[in-house]
Every structure is written in C-alpha cells, then in structure tokens.
T-cell receptor, first 112, second 111 residues
Framework: RKEVEQDPGPFNVPEGATVAFNCTYS??????FFWYRQDCRKEPKLLMS???SGNEDGRFTAQLNRASQYISLLIRDSKLSDSATYLC?????????????FGIGTKLQVIP | DGGITQSPKYLFRKEGQNVTLSCEQN?????MYWYRQDPGQGLRLIYY???????QKGDIAEGYSVSREKKESFPLTVTSAQKNPTAFYLC??????????FGPGTRLLVL
C-alpha cells in the first residue's frame, strides 16, 4: 500500500461547482498535513495546511480525519483558474528529520 | 526578493556525461531537498540536507550526488550512472521541520 494515496482524476467540473478531493495516508504516526497546488510544468506551491479542527481559506476548506487517516480538500464556487493538480503532502518526524511524502496529485479541470 | 532559484530551466545531457543542477536560496532556511518528478508519479526524494556539510540519501539517490558547502546552495549532479535521468527536478528548502518551498524546477532531457 502506498504511503499517500490520491485519485489522479481528472476531475472535470463546470465553473461554479463544488468539488472535493480525498487523500488517504497509511502511517498513523504522521504529524502534519498539507495541500499543495501544482500548475502544468510549474513547481508545487503551498495551498494550505490541514488541521484536525478543519480550516478554511476563502473558497477552500481542508479537513483532517485522524481516525480514518484521510485528509480532504473542498473547493466551492470553482473558477477556471482553479484548474491545476492538487498534491496531498504528509509529514512524519523520523529520527529528527521531517520525512515528507507527496501523493501523485489529483488533476482538476474547471470547464466554462 | 526572497526565494529559491534553480538553473538552468532546461538542461540537455549527452550519453556518459555528468551534469550539475544549481539550487540557491536566500530564505535563511536550514534544510534543503532535491526531488525528481516523473509523469504519473509523485515527487520522489533524491537527497536532503539539514545543515551545512551534511546530507543524507533519499529514496532514489543512486546515480546522483550533492554537496552542501554553503547554507544557501545545494547543487545536484546527475552522473552517467543514472540511466534514466529525463525528469523534472525540483529543489526545495525549509526551516527544520517546517513547510517546504520549491524552486521553479529544471527539466533535464537526454540527447
């Protein structure tokens, strides 16, 4: 089983729709969680951290479920500019080093 | 402007040739990382360094080498032993245990 699993998509959604992505992780000792956004042929950029209590940044909401070992990202009122690949990232402290594991990413295409 | 720079943007390698990818950061980050990204795969860690003059192998270090002589710089050499080097190479940096920030990447192509 992969350490971090994501549905690669693509998710094709109309403008204005709400879309949600999930990401599961296998190591229960994982400590911190993030969503990154990666545009085509560009570097990943931090979108938001994910907290157990859930956190929101404008149209984006991230949730963590430690019991079921998954994190989610909800995008409301999708914009064309939201089209990108969304990477799930899981950190675990391993011998004083933060071991970072990236998912393969979920591709989102918002269509007019 | 603070940030991470990588050069060149595109690099071509001939058979049997070693090439070096540059990564510089002025964020005063302690830790630096090199990743490789292939289509349909997540980022895979090649090497990382938590302090100057120290670095550790990641998951796919074979065929690569690094140095960390300065805090700001973490160059990656792709040696001739790396048989499938064509990929998008990403450098990242962070404060210890904190969020990673990425450079713009270098695309390596084999002639």
């Amino acid at each position: 089983r992969k350490e971090v699993e994501q549905d690669p998509g693509p998710f094709n959604v109309p403008e204005g729709a709400t879309v949600a992505f999930n990401c599961t992780y296998s190591n229960s000792a994982s400590q911190s969680f993030f969503w990154y956004r990666q545009d085509c042929r560009k570097e990943p950029k931090l979108l938001m951290s994910v907290y157990s209590s859930g956190n929101e940044d404008g149209r984006f909401t991230a949730q963590l479920n430690r019991a079921s070992q998954y994190i989610s990202l909800l995008i409301r009122d999708s914009k064309l500019s939201d089209s990108a690949t969304y990477l799930c990232v899981v950190n675990k402290n391993s011998g004083g080093y933060q071991k970072v594991t990236f998912g393969i990413g979920t591709k989102l295409q918002v269509i007019p | 402007d603070g940030g991470i720079t990588q050069s060149p943007k595109y690099l071509f390698r001939k058979e049997g040739q070693n090439v070096t990818l540059s990564c510089e950061q002025n964020l005063n980050h302690d830790a630096m990382y090199w990743y490789r990204q292939d289509p349909g795969q997540g980022l895979r860690l090649i090497y990382y360094s938590q302090i100057v003059n120290d670095f550790q192998k990641g998951d796919i270090a074979e065929g690569y080498s690094v140095s960390r002589e300065k805090k700001e710089s973490f160059p990656l050499t792709v040696t001739s032993a790396q048989k499938n080097p064509t990929a998008f190479y990403l450098c990242a940096s962070s404060w210890a245990g904190s969020t990673q920030y990425f450079g713009p990447g270098t695309r390596l192509l084999v002639l």
